[in-house]
């Protein structure tokens, strides 16, 4: 190989490392909270999940076994809340936030069966005419909870989809945390559909198996079950 070839591979993966990350801190009130004193600390630093059929797609590699070590985060329905981000975006695909109702100290939940709800969603922008994504270089997600969310402990999960490699079968990215949330001052919704992680996704999925590149897309479907926000 020659040394340019060998300098570009090199940079090439320092460029793809430095693309990924993990989303360490819950922001709470507009202030980010100690890195991984709410969030279930993940054994796999920055790396993405390859495999959506993997018990991980819940809260990570390590993240059922790290609930006794965190702590749970107090926040009010219908309020703002967020994760930092350990390095900025850097691959094209959506924001996805679920949660899980604990039936005791969230600790101790290991999210298992159909019990998760996605709250939030945000995917590509095609107002210009072409597709566009906004996610790529955000350092932080925030996004409102619910208002009418039943009081309770809960699992908070943040996803970012990498799918810039994509239009390749089984080669979508998965970015996630869990964070355990207490929600006060809360309603009388009946979050749904509920669904299983893993189960929720397949390699199919049109925003999974996904092209962005050609021919150019005019649409995204943003993977997984319906927003509820009541
Ligand atoms: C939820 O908790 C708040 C206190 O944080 C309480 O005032 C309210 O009545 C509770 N809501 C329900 C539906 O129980």
């Not at 495999?51 to 590699?61: T, W």
């Not at 924001?95 to 101790?108: F, I, R, T």
């Not at 069966?113 to 270089?137: A, C, M, R, T, Y």
Request: hydrophobic fraction near 35%; proline fraction near 10%; charge should be negative.
């Amino acid at each position: 190989m020659k040394l340019s070839t060998l300098l570009t591979t090199a940079a090439l993966f320092s460029r793809s490392a430095m693309a990924h990350y993990k989303f360490p801190s819950l922001i709470v009130d507009g202030t980010p909270t100690p890195e991984f004193k709410y969030v279930r600390f993940n054994t796999n630093n920055i790396n993405p999940l390859l495999d959506l059929n993997s018990i991980d797609m819940r809260c990570n590699e390590g993240g059922l076994a790290s609930g006794p070590q965190t702590e749970t985060a107090v926040v009010q329905a219908g309020s703002t809340v967020g994760f930092t981000l350990s390095n900025s975006i850097g691959h094209i695909g959506p924001m996805l936030v679920y949660m899980a109702k604990a039936p005791g100290d969230p600790s101790n939940f290991d999210g298992d069966g159909e019990v998760w709800f996605k709250i939030n969603e945000w995917g590509p922008d095609f107002s210009s005419g072409s597709i566009e994504w906004p996610q790529l270089g955000i350092t932080s997600y925030s996004f409102q909870l619910p208002p009418s969310l039943p009081n309770g402990s809960y699992l908070l999960r943040i996803e970012h989809i990498g799918v810039h490699n994509a239009a390749n079968a089984n080669s979508a990215q998965f970015f996630l945390n869990c964070a355990q949330v207490q929600v006060t001052g809360g309603g009388n919704g009946n979050p749904g559909p509920l669904v299983a992680i893993p189960g929720l996704y397949s390699n199919e999925d049109p925003g999974i198996h996904f092209n962005n590149y050609y021919p150019p897309p005019t649409s995204y479907v943003i993977p997984g079950p319906p927003v509820w926000f009541e």
